[in-house]
């Protein structure tokens, strides 16, 4: 990827989308731009902290495990998100796993240089802090609903949720949301069991909360869905 193209790129990022000529020349300078394959690993938990990455092409799954192994999906990140949010402003180690669910293209950022541009742009510090600001307000939200909802009801908000980030509109308003996800992707996404979100999509199906085609796809209404939270 020439020079010119990651600048056009890193531009389309949040991050960067304010930034004049001059600035972003500084940021596509330190940049890397790697092919990652599906099913390898851009970093595993316990890893040094060395670069943010931008996605600017692919599919990557964050997760977390513990001792045991059980894994807790922590977020799924596609084209124009970056990872791990807390990279810029944390020492040590990777704190989850980053799997390549398809084949991505990355850019990567090393923190040590990145730092060092931000000493010279004090103004892009305030563009990370927001982009930062509203990934805890996301993060709050769904420690919220694991608090104070019970397991159907963060079923209900986890696919509201996935039908924004992932799904794709049709023309009748309804959202198509891929067979990407299995059941135990989404059990691990709140912390359940598999054969409980397999219970509740198969009563949502009989309630007509949801249609499945011919291919596994979920069609969704977020109207319906949000109408459904409000009534419980």
Same mark, same amino acid.
């Given at each position: ?9 890193? =531009?389309?990022?949040?991050? #960067? ?11 596509? *300078? !330190?940049? %890397? ?9 851009? #970093?595993? @938990? ?10 600017? $092409? ?13 894994? @807790? !999906? ?14 810029? #402003? ?7 796993? =980053?799997? +390549?669910?398809? @084949? =991505?293209? &990355? ?9 060092? +541009? &931000? ?6 510090? %305030?563009?990370? #802090? ?15 609903? @694991?608090? &104070? ?5 963060? %079923? ?9 980030? $992932? /799904? ?43 249609? +499945?085609?011919? *291919? /596994?796809?979920? !069609?969704?209404? %977020? ?10």
């Amino acid at each position: 990827m020439k020079i010119e193209e990651i600048k056009k790129v890193l =531009s389309g990022f949040t991050l #960067f989308r304010d930034l004049n000529d001059y600035e972003l020349t500084k940021i596509t *300078d !330190i940049a %890397i731009v790697r092919e990652w394959k599906k099913n390898s690993h851009v #970093f595993l @938990q316990g890893d040094p902290l060395e670069n943010v990455y931008f996605i600017y $092409h692919g599919k990557i799954k964050i997760y977390k495990s513990d001792v045991s192994g059980k894994e @807790q !999906i922590v977020n799924i990140m596609k084209k124009g998100d970056m990872f791990p949010h807390v990279g810029f #402003f944390r020492k040590g180690d990777y704190p989850a796993y =980053s799997e +390549v669910l398809e @084949q =991505s293209t &990355l850019i990567a950022i090393p923190i040590s240089k990145f730092e060092n +541009v &931000l000493i010279e742009n004090p103004e892009l510090c %305030i563009k990370v #802090f927001k982009v930062l600001g509203e990934k805890i307000v996301d993060l709050q939200n769904r420690l919220e609903e @694991q608090i &104070l909802n019970n397991t159907y009801e963060q %079923i209900v908000k986890l696919l509201i949720r996935l039908a924004k980030n $992932h /799904g794709k509109k049709k023309e009748d308003g309804t959202i198509l949301l891929k067979s990407e996800f299995t059941n135990k992707d989404l059990a691990n996404m709140i912390g359940t069991t598999r054969e409980t979100i397999s219970r509740t999509l198969t009563k949502m199906k009989k309630d007509e909360l949801i249609e +499945v085609d011919e *291919d /596994g796809n979920m !069609i969704l209404d %977020i109207e319906i869905l949000m109408e459904e939270i409000h009534l419980i």
